[in-house]
């Protein structure tokens, strides 16, 4: 007997059909009549970085379509006109807010159709671009940007800017729809083969990103694609070690899906990084499973192939053999408020940005006094892992100035951010994801208001905890590496994580499946007695979970 292979999944069909992606989007476009893409075209939308969205508060009424736009801005670096040119569009266009994403991009929200054009054309004309934020391609390249975590941060960064353009989709469509306003000639280019990709791209998301130890400001070990960068004798960038299979999405109750940490796979010098990120990807685009997209992320190859088959693959791909990985360790995770010193003496500015919602509310005008402090000093913007911005290359004598400005808008610079505030994220989810299954950055000020009461009742009200929340197991803030992480299961309903740790380099486990948010504190307030009690010296949550709580759970 024979087994019938596997059939693909629609996405696969329509990337075979139309490898330009071009799909109608030009058509829909501009015509007036229609709100809307079609669903082929919704595919093929995001990998022009766009997502189509409605108001789901507003559903009774009618579905409300509106856009979310990702920029791709590799490491997060922005320069003072790309900076001032997304404030303005999402003024103009969206809905007045920028979203700090945890992969070191800007997303606009609350975009109608009418304004889609002219907003992604005027991205285009300051030589930025949008392509490939989504889709079935690599995904924006994360770097370091803290200029006080290392001296390598420019050269590693500029790597990471590198490897961002090498992976990039070559199809002419995303050009002609958005900055030529033109429908692409398919038959012309019905012949079109993507020259890295293939017809049919990916099986599913890919992501890549760069970290320099001790700090693991990026969570390297979450990503497809990671390069950990180590010095020479001379503290000198020598090269990398290559890290794959990392990533974070799963889906309730099916067991072929889950959360995964990376493996180190080996060294390889500095000079081969763009024939090693080829190699890793095609490998994915290669072995990747295009029958189940809820199994189609690299991770899952590495988990059922081994890490020896898939450096033999990566060797055979590229021509030579990785060297054994080089020493290093990760020890934190994290963002710095407030001024600090540079390397070269400057000064840059850290602003803690709660779910990396940039905005002006009646109290507190952040979106404003960021506009302000850029167009008066053109410094550059720096987008951080952590949904924060970094503000660097201020001189002494501008600080007062610059801290003036924020003041003045209500933006504090001294302790910034609620005690757990500060390490916190979470994804968008309601009312704009379509994807959400519960709440998040609308209720994690909630959230975390209820847990920093909890813990001042318990006397440990001074103790630092990561938390993360997602309103779905997509996993977009990376709730499985925090200490305590809550995932979205329904209204109201969510799974809490327990167990990361602040070098981020340790998943986290399930402690309780269902947890209701209007029972936070019954539920969960034992497990921080114990901590309480229990404890050993100076030892955080996640630690403590992890030599208590986890072998616990592996009885049950």
Known sequence: MTTEPKKLTKNEELKQNCPTLAGTISQTLTDPELDRFSEDDQQFLKFHGIYQQDDRDLRKQGKKFMFMIRG????????????????????????NTLRVTTRQSFQFHGVVKSGLGPLMKKINDILSDTLAACGDVNRNVMSPVTPTSSPLVPEVYKDADLVSRELLPKTKAYHQIWVEGVQLD??????????????????????????????????????????????DEHGQLSGYNLT???????THNNANTFPRVADVIGYFSRDRIVEIAKAVLTVHRDFGD??????????????????????????????????????????????????????DGKHFLGLHVLSGRVKDTESVKLKSAIREVVEKYRVHVLLTPSQNILIPDISADHKEAITGIFNAHGVVLEGQGSHLGRTAMSCPALPTCGLALAESERYLP??????????????????EIIIRMTGC????????????????????????????????????RIYKDVVKSTEVVEDLKPLFVRYRDERLENEDFGDFCARVIFPELEKN
Request: some cysteine; charged content about 25%.
């Open 72 to 95: 791709r801005i590799p490491g997060g670096v922005m320069s003072p006109e790309l900076y001032l040119t997304y404030d303005k569009l999402a003024t103009d266009y969206g809905n």
């Open 186 to 231: 398919l038959e012309k280019e019905k012949d079109f083969e993507d020259p890295l990709y293939g017809k049919t791209y990916l099986p599913r998301k890919f992501k890549a990103a760069f970290a320099i130890p001790p700090l693991n400001d990026t969570d390297i070990l979450t990503n497809c694609l990671g390069f950990i960068a180590i010095a």
């Open 244 to 250: 794959c299979g990392g990533g974070m999405g799963m």
């Open 290 to 343: 295009r029958t189940d997209r809820k199994h189609a992320r690299l991770k899952y190859v590495l988990e059922e192939k081994g890490v020896a088959w898939f450096r033999s693959q990566v060797e055979e791909r590229v021509g030579f053999q990785l060297e054994a990985a080089r020493p290093f360790q990760f020890s934190s995770q994290h963002d710095l408020y407030g001024w600090h010193q540079q390397h």
């Open 446 to 463: 909630e959230l975390l208001g209820t847990f920093e009461n909890l813990l001042d009742d318990l006397s440990i009200g001074s103790q």
């Open 473 to 508: 197991p997509n996993g977009c803030a990376r709730p499985y590496m925090a200490e305590l992480g809550f995932v979205g299961r329904g209204p109201g309903k969510y799974s809490v994580f327990v167990g990361g740790n602040r070098a981020s380099t340790r998943l986290g």
